[in-house]
Each structure stands twice: as C-alpha cells, then as structure tokens.
C-alpha cells in the first residue's frame, strides 16, 4: 500500500493548486517560458519531499479566499512568488 509519500500525482496537483493560489498557471509559465519541464519536476519533488504536505491539502482547501498567498512552510513558495512577479 502507498503511503501520501508515494503518490505523485497528489503533488502534481498541490504543487499546480499552490500556483493557482498564488495566480500562477504553470502550464501557461512552462508554454512562456517561464519555468522548464525540469523545474516542475523538482517542485514536484519538493512537494513530495516536504513534511507540511498534508497540511497544503488542508491550506488549499480551506483558505480559497487567500489569493496569492501560500503556508509559510511551502518549499515553492519563493519560485512561485518570483513566477507571479514575471507575468
């Protein structure tokens, strides 16, 4: 049986829920860009790696009304502010 850890496409979604939050579409910044395939991956897998992942499926689901904001604990917090700030 996976474990949360194991699930990659849960961080796929956290890490494209996480940009959506913050008004960052990663497909539109790859297509731009703005970010490479490469760079998703690594999101991906500081997503995976992060301890607080549980705790961003809870953030994502109950603070939709914090536009552009993500948990201080957030390992792509940064990448996703300074991708917010290009377009």
């Known amino acids: 049986m996976m474990g949360?850890?194991?699930n990659i496409d849960l961080y796929f979604?956290?890490?494209r829920g996480?940009?959506?939050r913050m008004g960052v579409n990663l497909t539109e910044a790859m297509h731009?860009?703005?970010l490479s395939q490469s760079d998703f991956?690594?999101?991906i897998n500081h997503c995976r790696m992060c301890a607080g992942s549980e705790g961003c499926l809870a953030y994502l689901s109950e603070h939709s009304e914090?536009?552009?904001s993500a948990p201080d604990?957030?390992?792509n917090g940064?990448?996703?502010r300074e991708i917010g700030e290009m377009v």
């Open 4 to 6: 949360i850890q194991g």
């Open 13 to 15: 979604w956290i890490a």
């Open 18 to 20: 996480m940009g959506r």
């Open 32 to 34: 731009e860009g703005l």
């Open 41 to 43: 991956a690594q999101m």
């Open 66 to 68: 914090d536009r552009g």
């Open 73 to 75: 604990w957030c390992a």
């Open 78 to 80: 940064p990448v996703l």
